[in-house]
């Protein structure tokens, strides 16, 4: 995960936001033709230049997302995108990892996919500086677990499980640093338990 604060001077903000939700297909095909969104196919793949400009050029097209291989890199945007809405869990939920734009939410659907079908535990592993987005990013993983467990009556009560663990930690206190004033001091491990029938345990 990348903090862009310090290079935020050179990011024009486009009115034009690329959105998942409505005409997918179109917004698709017009994302492909942003830098590459798996940097696998980065013809210059060994320049680091290369790898920020593709960064850059996607970013510029609200583009924060970017895959290499199986891993993805995030940019913080440092302001609200509508990407994470209840249409776009859904259109995640509905597509193979490749199949659509790189997102945390085919991240998070891959772990739940292959903890469902194939019975085995994962992890999902966040890293990056401080105020990149590293608790952002597990929320938005939270959000798309309590979705996607599908028991109609208990989500309302998985969100509030999962949702709500995050400002009861952060209500113990965040620490302040040069990059994040809400940097977080609790709850870097998260354990999530499924029972048999995969709908949340604890
Ligand atoms: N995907 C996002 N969309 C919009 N804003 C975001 C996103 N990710 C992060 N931010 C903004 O950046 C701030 C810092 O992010 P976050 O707290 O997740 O950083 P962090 O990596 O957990 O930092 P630390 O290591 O200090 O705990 C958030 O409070 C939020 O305002
Ligand atoms: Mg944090």
Redesign the pocket.
Same mark, same amino acid.
């Given at each position: 995960?990348t903090d862009t604060r310090r290079e935020e001077k050179n990011f024009s903000e486009k009115p034009s936001l690329l959105t998942y939700g409505g005409s997918m297909e179109r917004d698709l095909h017009q994302r492909d033709r942003v830098g590459v969104q798996d940097f696998v196919l980065l013809e210059d793949f060994q320049n680091e230049q290369a790898f920020i400009e593709n960064l850059r050029k996607r970013f510029r097209e609200n583009l924060?997302y970017t895959y290499i291989g199986q891993v993805l890199v995030s940019v913080?945007?440092? *302001?609200?995108?509508p990407i994470y809405d209840t249409s776009t869990i859904e259109y995640y939920e509905r597509r193979n990892f490749f199949e659509a734009p790189p997102h945390i939410f085919a991240l998070a659907d891959t772990a739940y996919r292959a903890l469902t079908k194939e019975n085995r535990d994962q992890c999902i592993l966040i890293s990056?500086e401080?105020?990149?987005? *590293?608790?952002?990013?597990s929320k938005k993983v939270l959000e798309f677990i309590a979705a996607a467990t599908g028991h109609k009556k208990q989500v309302e009560a998985v969100n509030v499980k999962l949702i709500g663990s995050n400002p009861v930690l952060e209500a113990f206190g965040n620490a302040k640093?040069n990059?994040?004033d809400?940097?977080?001091r609790f709850g870097k491990y998260m354990d999530i338990q499924f029972d048999f029938q995969v709908s949340l345990f604890n």
């Open positions: 995960m924060i913080n945007p440092y *302001k609200w995108l990056g401080s105020g990149s987005g *590293k608790t952002e990013a640093t990059r994040n809400n940097s977080s």
